[in-house]
T-cell receptor
Framework: EDKVVQSPLSLVVHEGDTVTLNCSYEVTNFRSLLWYKQEKKAPTFLFMLTSSGIEKKSGRLSSILDKKELFSILNITATQTGDSAVYLCAVEAFRSGAGSYQLTFGKGTKLSVIP | EAQVTQNPRYLITVTGKKLTVTCSQNMNHEYMSWYRQDPGLGLRQIYYSMNVEVTDKGDVPEGYKVSRKEKRNFPLILESPSPNQTSLYFC??????????????FGPGTRLTVL
């Protein structure tokens, strides 16, 4: 069974801090790892990672994948209150029973940024 | 504007009263799926559809039905809702990037309460 584990489950930081969110996975037939940000609505797509060691960046957010150690991190520098959200990690893998690629989500990390 | 729409956004119903949550996308995506999100359990896939008239079970299909008669619509049907189906439901629409990976767009969510 495919598994995606995020840590920590919850995190409270002050504005300006840097945070690192973790996502580890155990899947067969891995294809990609995706990060989403979920505020009080639907998740919005942040990054898709397919190759080890290549950092993806978008403003103050960056992410990297380690396919050997089976994890990814999402970094947020100079955090702002608007970064408060649940961050979801999902892994895309081929499920032979279904005959297709599927996404398995972690439970998310709830980030609270206080002024 | 590219979007995934769901209706209704909020619904309170009683045990056993059949209901349908509609989902529609205007991006001509072939792949659509339904998730439920519960505290502590993350996002779990209920059903997915790879194309018109092609549907398959996800991780938690019990108590749900779907249909895909047209590409743009993917309704979720609860024939006899029960209180354990009280949840936040998301419809998602996906496409394959030129690199062969999934990018997924979520609807706004439907909060369902079954009394």
């Amino acid at each position: 069974e495919d598994k995606v584990v995020q840590s920590p489950l919850s995190l409270v930081v002050h504005e300006g801090d840097t945070v690192t969110l973790n996502c580890s996975y155990e899947v067969t037939n891995f294809r990609s790892l995706l990060w989403y940000k979920q505020e009080k609505k639907a998740p919005t797509f942040l990054f898709m990672l397919t190759s080890s060691g290549i950092e993806k960046k978008s403003g103050r957010l960056s992410s990297i994948l380690d396919k050997k150690e089976l994890f990814s991190i999402l970094n947020i520098t100079a955090t702002q209150t608007g970064d408060s959200a649940v961050y979801l990690c999902a892994v895309e893998a081929f499920r032979s029973g279904a005959g297709s690629y599927q996404l398995t989500f972690g439970k998310g990390t709830k980030l609270s940024v206080i002024p | 504007e590219a979007q995934v729409t769901q209706n209704p956004r909020y619904l309170i119903t009683v045990t056993g009263k059949k209901l349908t949550v509609t989902c529609s996308q205007n991006m001509n995506h072939e792949y659509m799926s339904w998730y439920r999100q519960d505290p502590g359990l993350g996002l779990r896939q209920i059903y997915y559809s790879m194309n018109v008239e092609v549907t398959d079970k996800g991780d938690v299909p019990e108590g749900y039905k779907v249909s895909r008669k047209e590409k743009r619509n993917f309704p979720l049907i609860l024939e006899s809702p029960s209180p354990n189906q009280t949840s936040l439901y998301f419809c998602a629409s996906s496409f394959l990037t030129s690199g062969g990976q999934i990018e997924q767009f979520f609807g706004p969510g439907t909060r369902l309460t079954v009394l």
